[in-house]
């Protein structure tokens, strides 16, 4: 059977995340039923990773096992005619080897969290950024980033419910940047890894919002993440602000 890699790109509001369930919309679950319409046997679909309630995606991929040899850009375009009106696009397909996994063939994941600070309230980034009426120290936040650089154990900033079998992880880059917003500005997270633990991106997004805001110390982020303890991290930021913007592999599959 041959196989295919996806992009998908999807504004995560009103999913209950990537995970197929049974009595809730999902992302998986939204594809899997448009690629039913193509393929009665009904294939399922693996990720690169598990979304969250409200989480987006610029990047997010998948492959799929399929009876039928398709046209990549033909397979694309007829599951996006079948995805409407879901806020889901396929923007990128390609037949892969059967070697190829979305998970386990990944080298890196990059996601990006946005926090807009101004006083008035959102409305075209409504449910696609972390609101805040404050602005925030995008200096002192990346000075409290750097501190979480390298290979740690992240036990601080990992939720309670992570299934992952270690707590190390080796985080590649955690960047603040600062952008001009209409009546504020935008604060962009962007962040780095092989692998990420359960609300890990979420959780840094949290703590370096209270160094931001005066709140904490730079030093603070250091001791919590020496402390190894969930009770030392700071508040979860909200999912709406979280985009997994890319997935990496040694060879990309969408340009080979």
């Known amino acids: ?3 295919y890699a996806f992009r998908i790109e999807y504004h995560g509001t009103g999913f209950s995340g990537w995970q197929r369930q049974r009595d809730r919309p999902s992302i998986q679950g939204a594809v899997e039923a448009a690629l039913a319409r193509l393929a009665p046997e009904r294939p399922v679909i693996a990720a690169a990773g598990r979304t969250d309630a409200g989480v987006h995606a610029w990047g997010q991929v998948a492959h799929v096992d399929l009876a039928r040899d398709w046209d990549p850009f033909r397979l694309s375009e007829a599951l996006n005619y079948h995805l409407k009106p879901a806020a889901i696009a396929v923007t990128a397909c390609a037949q892969v080897d059967e ?3 979305a998970r386990f063939s990944a080298t890196g994941r990059r ?3 946005r926090i807009v600070t101004r006083r008035a309230p959102l409305t075209h ?3 696609r950024a972390w609101a805040l009426r404050a602005p925030l120290d995008a ?4 000075k409290a980033a750097d501190r979480l650089l390298g290979t740690h154990d992240f036990t601080t900033f990992r939720s309670s419910m992570c299934q992952a079998a270690s707590p190390i992880k080796t985080l590649d880059r955690l960047e603040v940047e600062t952008r001009d917003y209409p009546g504020g ?3 962009r997270l962007h962040v780095a890894a092989r692998s990420f633990l359960h609300n890990q991106v979420r959780s840094f997004a949290g703590t370096l919002e209270r160094v931001g805001s005066g709140a904490w110390r730079v030093e603070d982020v250091a001791a919590a993440l020496v402390a190894r303890d969930r009770a030392a991290c700071g508040p979860v930021a909200p999912p709406e602000g979280l985009y997994l913007a890319a997935v990496t592999y040694p060879s990309d599959p969408f340009t080979t």
């Open 1 to 3: 059977m041959p196989r």
């Open 99 to 101: 070697t190829f996994h």
């Open 139 to 142: 200096d002192a936040m990346q």
């Open 185 to 187: 500005a935008e604060i």
């Open 125 to 127: 980034d409504r449910g």
């Open 111 to 113: 996601y990006l969290f």
